[in-house]
Structures are given as structure tokens and as C-alpha cells.
């Protein structure tokens, strides 16, 4: 838990900055693998081996879709909604978080984007958008088609009835997946040029191996 524990402290310290600040917490799934639901039940494995084995959908990949849409429905009548896994920190000290979030959130909502990621964009191998040829240079920021790692990503307001239909109406998918298969090319996605959150090393449940840290290395 010590990477949890960290993630937790880093946003601890910034919650103060918003309206509102809720930690999520859910037990370790290993009993729950739905197939009728699932988005991609060809690759879903009931294994509770350690280590996953090729592309493959586990209880602990349900269980962190279940954590992202558990805090999605609790959106609330807030401005925008900032979802940050639990095992995911920053690298810039605090005062600076909450003026990269803020900012983002101000030039997002200026240009009506539907999403902003603070973290690593990598691209779907599936998607016409997987070459970073795609992406539209804003200066501090780009605009790109869709992202995966959903470590740290800020959903709008004008995106919360839309983002909350597609969780009803849509199969389940790791977190990153279903996100990037629901929102490719379909709307407006704004990204730093540089992230600052990474996903700390450590043990992740939901592919159960041993993650190494993302990100800058720390001085």
C-alpha cells in the first residue's frame, strides 16, 4: 500500500485548492468478471495467478473500471471533475499542480474541450490517431484525438451527462481502454506538452505484476 499511501498524501495536499475532495475505496476485486457486460469478453481471463499473460482482461482490470465509474456517477454539480487513480502522484511541487490544473481548466473550458489528461498520452495502435502526427500544437498545450493511462484526466462539466450515458450504454473495458474506445476522434481532448502525473512502481492489482515508476526521474 505504500504507493497508494503516497499518491494519497500528494493529493491530500492540494485538496484544499477545490470545492470538493473524495478518496474512493474499494476492496480488491477477484470475485467479479462479468461476461454479458464486457466490452471484449474474447480476452477475459478468470485467472487469479500472479502476472497477467498477453492482452487480457482480469477481476482486477473490472475492478478499476468500477472504481473510475463509481467517481464518474458521483460527478456531483461541480464545475469539472478530477479523476487520479490510486497510485499516482506528481513531480511538481504542490502550489504548481494547482495552478497547471486550474490553467488547464480555464483554457479547456475558453475552447470547449470535453477532457484534459495531466498524464503520459500514449496512442491506441487501433486508431487512425496513433501517429503524434495527429496531434495540434496550442503551445503550452496540444489537442489530440484520444489517450490511454488514465492516471490523471479532468472531465468538463458540459462532458458529464455524455460520459455517464456512455458508461450505461456501453461495454466494460480497463479504465484506459474504454475510455479511449468511447471518446476517439468523437470529441475535443486537450493535453499538456509535458505530463506531471506519473503512476508510482510498485505492485498494481489490476494487472498484477510489479510497475515501475513513470515520469522524471526524482532528485
Given at each position: ?14 485538496a ?145 451527462e ?7 450504454t ?29 503512476e ?5 492489482v ?14
Open positions: 500500500m505504500a504507493k497508494q499511501h503516497e499518491s494519497i498524501s500528494a493529493f491530500r495536499s492540494i484544499s485548492e477545490f470545492s470538493a475532495y473524495t478518496q474512493y475505496y474499494n476492496e480488491v476485486n477477484r470475485t467479479e468478471l462479468p461476461v454479458l457486460t464486457c466490452a471484449a469478453p474474447e480476452i477475459l481471463s478468470a485467472s487469479k495467478d500472479l502476472g497477467s499473460v498477453g492482452s487480457s482482461l482480469s477481476y482486477g482490470h473490472y475492478g478499476a473500471y468500477l472504481a473510475h465509474r463509481s467517481a464518474i456517477e458521483d460527478f456531483g454539480d461541480f464545475d469539472a471533475l478530477l479523476v487520479v487513480e490510486s497510485d499516482v502522484t506528481f513531480f511538481i511541487n504542490p502550489s504548481e499542480m494547482v495552478d497547471v490544473i486550474y490553467g488547464a481548466y480555464t483554457y479547456a473550458l475558453q475552447h470547449r474541450f470535453s477532457l484534459v489528461t495531466f498524464g503520459e498520452v500514449v496512442y491506441g495502435s487501433g486508431s487512425l490517431a496513433s501517429q503524434s502526427d495527429t496531434e495540434i500544437d496550442l503551445g503550452a498545450y496540444k489537442q489530440i484525438d484520444h489517450f490511454l493511462n488514465t492516471h490523471c484526466y479532468l472531465i468538463m462539466r458540459s462532458e458529464r455524455a460520459i455517464c450515458r456512455k458508461l450505461r456501453s461495454g466494460w473495458h480497463s479504465p484506459d481502454i474504454w475510455l479511449y474506445w468511447n471518446y476517439d476522434r468523437r470529441s475535443p481532448i486537450l493535453s499538456l506538452k509535458a505530463p506531471v502525473a506519473f508510482i512502481s510498485g505492485y498494481s489490476a494487472d498484477y505484476v510489479n510497475k515501475p515508476a513513470g515520469g522524471p526521474a526524482r532528485v
